[in-house]
């Protein structure tokens, strides 16, 4: 479960915000004038959403990279390199 915290709380007691953020791996979500604005998070936590990032993009990247190949996939060698040949100029 998370805990919502305004900045300005934050500063006063920020030692034990953090022992709860680590020791009950505890999300704080910050606030300034009562709207979110940033989120402090176990560092597990952190890996955790990085690598499922890199993961996404990876499979972004391959079903990009997988479309490209069918769209290509009826141009001969012959027609590329004189594709390229015409784009250098």
Request: proline letters at 3%; zero cysteines.
């Amino acid at each position: 479960m998370q805990q919502i915290i305004g900045v300005t709380e934050l500063q006063r007691k920020f030692r034990a915000f953090f022992e709860g953020v680590v020791s009950k791996r505890t999300p704080l979500v910050l606030t300034r004038g009562s709207r979110p604005e940033a989120v402090i998070i176990p560092y597990e936590d952190y890996l955790r959403f990085q690598q499922m990032q890199e993961s996404e993009v990876l499979a972004r990247f391959d079903k990009v990279w997988n479309r490209l190949a069918q769209l290509n996939a009826a141009v001969s060698d012959d027609e590329l390199a004189a594709d390229i040949k015409a784009a250098r100029g």
